[in-house]
Nanobody, 128 residues
Framework: QVQLVESGGGLVQAGGSLRLSCAAS????????????MGWFRQAPGKEREFVAA???????YYADSVKGRFTISRDNAKNTVYLQMNSLKPEDTAVYYC??????????????????WGQGTQVTVSS
């Protein structure tokens, strides 16, 4: 069983930066953290949860158009941690940010229903 814990959220002014972290513990049989595709998703008040970024075991990365050029996803397999560096933040980035992984697959995708393990979320608030 894999557990994910996000941290690093907070209140920041527009134009500022935050770095989110997602620490993973546990594993499914025969797999290590480095083999898991990892994704970040977010849910703003009154809106559906949406894809933000993903990274595969091969370090291929994928981004939503709304964050491309501002956000960077990365991973440190030695620390079992994935990061989301968020720069040039905008008020519309305000949301609860969730980390997720696919324990039964290897390919990173933008489709949240393919992810079967989720963290509890961390709040990011961007003031104007």
């Amino acid at each position: 069983q894999v557990q994910l814990v996000e941290s690093g959220g907070g209140l920041v002014q527009a134009g500022g930066s935050l770095r989110l972290s997602c620490a993973a513990s546990g594993r499914t049989s025969g797999r290590t953290f480095s083999s898991y595709p990892m994704g970040w998703f977010r849910q703003a008040p009154g809106k559906e949860r949406e894809f933000v970024a993903a990274i595969s075991w091969s370090l291929s990365t994928y981004y939503a158009d709304s964050v491309k050029g501002r956000f960077t996803i990365s991973r440190d397999n030695a620390k079992n941690t994935v990061y989301l560096q968020m720069n040039s933040l905008k008020p519309e980035d305000t949301a609860v940010y969730y980390c997720a992984t696919k324990t039964a697959g290897y390919r990173a995708t933008t489709i949240q229903t393919e992810y079967d393990c989720w963290g509890q979320g961390t709040q990011v608030t961007v003031s104007s």
